[in-house]
């Protein structure tokens, strides 16, 4: 047995940080406010080294560091031989994947924040890791500061995860909330997000299901050890909701929040982004605010759930001090490089299901012209269709000019059928705008 | 380095399980049901080397095992040079902390879902664990399949733990949740409750509040690194809850949820069992029937939650069998015995925080003569002793006859100030029965 044990000497493992934006940032602040709680469960020190910046002779940072810590040479900073451990901390996949992949071949573990470098990397990372014998680790890739990357890898590892319910987009869970809430109009509420920096100038990631797509293929690859093309993946935005749909929905006793779900078939993946309507009871339905929560469903669990804060500086700087402290302990223990066979699970190229033969329960509504025989002639064509209707509402102002709005909830039904029944209801003469259709989760 | 590197070849990993009831025939299920995503997990089997039971000449178990498995003689079965893990499902801290012990001090890594053993003997195990260089999990002893330990030791390694409110024990989850949805009385859910299985028929353990101490001992341990007199932890009953109770605390925006909570201070550790009200829209109010929760607020992350089934076979086997992975990854690894100094705080034994010192709100319900000037003199004790009112309704048949009910909501107070005010209140001559207090929680 190699481990050290007893009382060994205090040693300092040495972190290059790669990034002092919002979350490096956060990481030195951690390292120093709780110094004395993590020097303690891990009987050494935690030192940065270096911080590779773009700008070393800017003046205001979210942070004071040393100045002579300050670089902006990267390879240098992963070079070092002093540094253990590399924090990529830039984002996106040109030159963190660059810095990544230098740091994994000079033999330097990595922690990375890079949702997007796994989702769309991973497999490429992974094999070079195990190549060169050392650790990747990424708690704070998905979900912030929510430990959900140790709670499916370890605390489920002898577990099945048969499906999973996430809400891992801060930015589109506080828009909904707020639109459920006040019934307020999107636009109204983003540009209020955006104003509390809740929200990006340029909002398209987070609004669209970018940024949850690739969160969502990272927890595919960890619940059904599948790499699935992230970029595939079917993503609906939420800025088509209506105020009137958050009313409608609370009606028929739902909440509409802003999912992803993740389902493994024997023909493939079911992995999709979309706002869809929660039951009211659930608890995933209670994560408000920027909030994130995983649901998951697995053999001998059953339901469970993680929830807590999916992003900001100090809860995500929190997941990778984490993350740093594992790999810490685990050069203390002269156990490292080991990461890879025992950390993750072969992961298979698996391909997506299509949307057309995933199945769901469906929130439909129509705006027709407020004739005698229109619910007829919806009800008909969804019936031939395989679609059938558990509730319907009709709200009809009566004066015959303004149109009628016919809200739906449907049974299950193959998303293919539903698609091919509102084509043919969005071609009838009384239909006034395109049919809306929101998935409820079941 | 250490580790085995590529495609080191399959190894087996031997188990020695102690107690065949409902936890130890999850896991051979389990182990059984999932053997191929276990074996691509840990790149290696799980073997069941041997099973202790009391009668090995028993018919009928919850599970078809091998006879040749089964033996009375615990020492037998753990000294076996083919066992490398010990997982003891005996329960109690005779004959299992004896088993626990002799494992140990036989080189053996344990794996326990005792929460009494730990609650009570922590220490000592943890330290003989260090002193013989194996490693001791027990994820299984709080909060069953919710990965609560694993969440807290790495999860938040970086974190500090601020406070932590807790739902522990289903059994009394399951009971509240009944009375608040139909109105009912306690021992009327509770004989439901014993009929259906979801509580023992002594039920004292959990109805009592016992059993969650245990676990809240286990918890404070983790987040504060303290070592605590489990024995000493204040627990209020359930049983005392009325109806009246639930509907009043609906009406005030409350659901009454039977709670655990841990909080440092820096004169000892606050840590209580009792029912508290919660207010209706946290995420932990909706923990509902037999399911716990942990819901965690810490110095980075901020507010985070964990949820799942606290008990039933498979899940608590799940923890288990996940705990038997995690070491034989770390046996497949070269690397054990590093759990004492890899994965524990130094425990210090620090003392509770007395009842009379710590504060909260209160909801107060009086049963009082139907006569002028009662509820003034109520207030004005409860004034004079520095308990502030937030809230107060009074219900008053009006006949002369029946009596008054007075039900207070309290801003926060002290506890000791509380208890002396209902002293007063209850050795009035108006006052119909003794005052009932329910912590609300903040």
Known sequence: MTADRGSPPVREIGVALLGLGNVGAGVVKLLEDN??????????????????????????????????????DIAGAIARPDVDIVCELIGGDGEAKDAVMAAIAAGKHVVTANKLLLARHGTEVFAAAERHGVDVYYEAA???????????????????????????NGT??????????????FADV???????????????????????AHKLAILCGLCFGATIDADAIHCDAISELDAVDFAYAAKFGYVIKPVVI???????????????????????????????????????????????????????AMAVVS????????????????????????????????????????????????????LGQLTTILGAHDVSIEQVVQEAPGDGNRPAQVFVITHEAREGDVAAALGKIGALPATLAAPRLIRIVV
């Open 262 to 316: 993740g389902r493994d078939h024997p023909r493939g993946i079911e992995a999709r982004v979309h706002p869809a309507l929660v039951p009211a009871g659930w608890l995933l339905a209670g994560v408000t605010g920027a909030k994130n929560a995983v649901a998951v469903d697995s053999y001998a669990l059953g339901p469970s759930m993680y929830y807590g804060a999916g992003a900001g500086m100090m809860p995500t």
């Open 323 to 374: 993350d740093l402290i594992e790999i810490s302990r685990n050069l203390r223990a002269q156990l490292t490089g080991v990461a890879p066979t025992r950390r993750h699970r072969a992961l298979a190229r698996r391909p997506l299901l299509p949307m057309a033969e995933i199945r769901s329960r469906y929130f439909l509504r129509f705006s027709v012209a407020d004739k005698p025989g229109v």
């Open 142 to 168: 998905v979900c912030g500061g929510v430990p959900i990357i140790r709670v499916l890898r370890e605390g489920l590892a002898s577990d099945r995860v048969e499906q999973f319910h996430g809400i891992v």
């Open 35 to 72: 110094a004395a709680a993590i020097g303690a469960r891990l009987g050494g020190r935690l030192v940065v080294r270096a911080i590779a910046v773009r700008a070393p002779g800017k003046k205001k940072r979210l942070v004071e560091v040393d100045p002579a810590l300050l670089t902006k």
């Open 190 to 212: 983003l540009a209020e997000a955006q104003r509390l920096g809740y929200a990006e100038a340029d909002p398209t990631l987070d609004v669209g299901g970018g940024d949850a």
């Open 172 to 185: 589109s869970n506080y828009i909904l909330t707020a639109m459920a809430a006040g019934g307020r109009a």
